[in-house]
DNA sequence: GCCCAGGGAATCG
DNA sequence: CGATTCCATGGG
């Protein structure tokens, strides 16, 4: 029931549940409570160690999801050599990880974050799975796509998802039916994977690539929000996405979460 | 009332 | 093509 993950690089719990990767946690106190491939989490950080209290109790499960596998200190210092702005915005919040997220959880939560924001994200999501999971003791589990993909719009008209619920139920539909199939989406690169993911209604480049880089861990994925759009007019007008590197999409993390914690400079 | 929110589809020129 | 407009809903 109580695992403990022993890191020695740099890991920041509060900065990687709120980078808005994640909608499904919240903190209470020094312990984040959060709902995990059907299974509630309670974890805090003491001592450089992840404290991991939850019914699925497989340390290897959680060592995955928290990514401790992928060597951040590595991309991170090569990433700070790029240029001064991601040098600072690295070490203003150093410690995030790219978690590794469901496929299905992650197409339905970015559907849902299109032209919205984090707290109204969350809370469609909480009502999604209010009325749609399964409740198991005291969580409620994120709702399968075949389940949603039985639903009709106005089944969907109690979670608010206004216009984004046609988008739910299409992608459900092409989850549920094999037309988009996770295997395949895996073994392709980013560029064919994010078309194949466009194919679904209501997804575009930025919600895929949101997708691949928290759903599929294809770390060059390079989501480009209204927020990361203001840090590239201001710093990186004339670049490409190559200048980033194939760890870009770490990269774009920490640009995320420092332009936002800066509103002043844009 | 206005504008904005981790955008994308439809339409127009 | 690129640029504009509309989409539901809630908060500031």
Redesign the pocket.
């Known amino acids: 029931m109580s695992l403990k993950i022993k890191f020695c690089g740099n890991f920041n719990l509060d900065k990687t549940l709120n980078?808005?990767?994640c909608f499904r946690w919240y903190k209470v106190g020094d312990v984040w409570n959060g709902v995990v491939s059907g299974y509630a989490i309670n974890c805090w950080v003491d001592n450089s160690e992840l404290n991991i209290d939850s019914k699925l109790d497989d340390l290897n499960f959680w060592i995955n999801y928290f990514d401790f596998d992928t060597d951040y200190g590595f991309i991170l210092d090569n990433a700070r050599k790029i240029d001064t702005v991601i040098s600072r915005a690295i070490s203003e919040n150093s410690g995030i990880h790219v978690l590794r997220q469901e496929p299905w959880e992650t197409i339905c939560s970015?559907i849902i974050?299109?032209?919205?924001?984090?707290?109204?994200?969350s809370?469609i999501i909480n009502s999604l799975c209010k009325n749609f999971g399964k409740y198991k003791s005291g969580i409620y589990t994120f709702p399968g796509a075949d389940i949603i993909s039985r639903l009709s719009i106005d089944d969907l008209?109690v979670i608010?998802?206004?216009?984004?619920a046609?988008?739910i139920l299409n992608a459900a539909q092409k989850v549920s039916s094999g037309v988009i199939d996770f295997d395949k989406i895996h073994r392709l690169n980013t560029e064919n994977a994010s078309k194949k993911l466009?194919s679904?209604?209501?997804?575009?480049?930025?919600?895929?690539?949101?997708i691949l880089l928290y759903g599929f861990h294809k770390l060059d994925a390079f989501?480009?929000?209204?927020?990361?759009k203001k840090v590239i007019l201001k710093f990186y007008k004339n670049m490409d996405q190559d200048y980033f590197g194939k760890y870009a999409g770490v990269i774009?993390?920490y640009l995320?979460?420092w332009s936002?914690n800066h509103p002043d400079l844009f």
């Open positions: 980078c808005g990767q970015f974050s299109q032209n919205n924001n984090i707290k109204r994200i809370g008209d608010k998802a206004g216009f984004r046609k988008y466009q679904i209604q209501g997804i575009g480049p930025k919600v895929a690539s949101c989501p480009i929000d209204t927020w990361m774009q993390q995320f979460l936002r």
